[in-house]
């Protein structure tokens, strides 16, 4: 199994910026894809941002220019730099992780969400 911390969320202003980190660990065998989604209260959990194994970014139209998604892969982490933030990014994000353990050919894998709330 692999597990998923996240860390990073929280309360900004207008205009701030944060960075998400998500370390996976487990009986790892490989990582592929990995990315970050959000979920907002009433809303379907979308894709935020994503990134592959060569390195590869995917971005939602709603967050380019303004996010970044890099991986450090000596770490299994995943991060996810956002800056002007605006109030509509307000929701849970969720990091989600796609790869091989030594028990699971494939599989993918969520974390349990951090808060980042958007507000003045």
């Known amino acids: 199994q692999v597990q998923l911390v996240e860390s990073g969320g929280g309360l900004v202003q207008p205009g701030g910026s944060l960075r998400l980190s998500c370390a996976a660990s487990?009986?790892?065998?490989?990582?592929?894809?990995m990315g970050w989604y959000r979920q907002a209260p009433g809303k379907q959990r979308e894709l935020v941002a994503t990134?592959?194994?060569?390195?590869?970014?995917n971005y939602a139209d709603a967050v380019k220019g303004r996010f970044a998604i890099s991986r450090d892969n000596a770490k299994n982490t995943v991060y996810l730099q956002m800056n002007s933030l605006t109030p509509e990014d307000t929701a849970v994000y969720y990091c989600?992780?796609?790869?091989?353990?030594?028990?699971?050919?494939?599989?993918?894998?969520w974390g349990q969400g951090t808060q980042v709330t958007v507000s003045s």
């Open positions: 989600n992780v796609a790869g091989k353990t030594w028990t699971v050919p494939y599989a993918t894998y």
């Open positions: 487990g009986n790892i065998v490989r990582i592929n894809a």
């Open positions: 990134i592959n194994s060569g390195g590869t970014t």
